[in-house]
């Protein structure tokens, strides 16, 4: 069962396994853009201060730069125990480059478990989790040739605006229990 998770040095396994595997590929939502000038370690204590770093991001309390949000990074994972199998991250707001391209919400699967429906319950997750910090929509954007992402998005109830800078945009209306799809709320990822 897909789950979102606050980061945890418990799964740093897992983590570590879904870091590697994206290679050179972004990790949409992973936050390790953050430590880029840091050499990233993937044992435990690498991923112990991964998690510090992230977990700060959600805290409203903390003055951030100027060109930095407040952001909720989780994990996607799944199976029992949990296994990171992805990476979320669902912003409080929209700076001027997240309004662009960014978006509200960014999310990736590792390669490996792509095609198992993972991202699409992993964003309806996140819809809901965005009605609980007061968003009544979100954008969500993806590149132009992604088509798996726009799939995705519009099978979540995105309502395409407009394409920026070689990204679709997409705004995704929330209610209090998630997506509002056609007139009813979904209350299902």
Known sequence: M???VRPDVRLHQSWAETSVEFDDEIAHGSGLWHLADVELD????????????????????????EDKV????????DGHPASVIGFLALRHELNAWLLEEGGHLGFSVRPSRRGEGHASRALALAVRRSAELGLDRVLVTCDEDNLASRRTIEGNAGIYEDSRNGKRRYWITVTPRGITRGGTDATRP
């Open 70 to 77: 407040h952001c909720d990074y989780y994990w996607i994972t």
């Open 42 to 65: 993937f044992d435990e204590a690498g991923c112990a201060r991964v998690v510090s770093e992230l977990t700060a991001y959600a805290d409203r309390e903390l003055q951030l730069g």
């Open 2 to 4: 897909t789950a979102l």
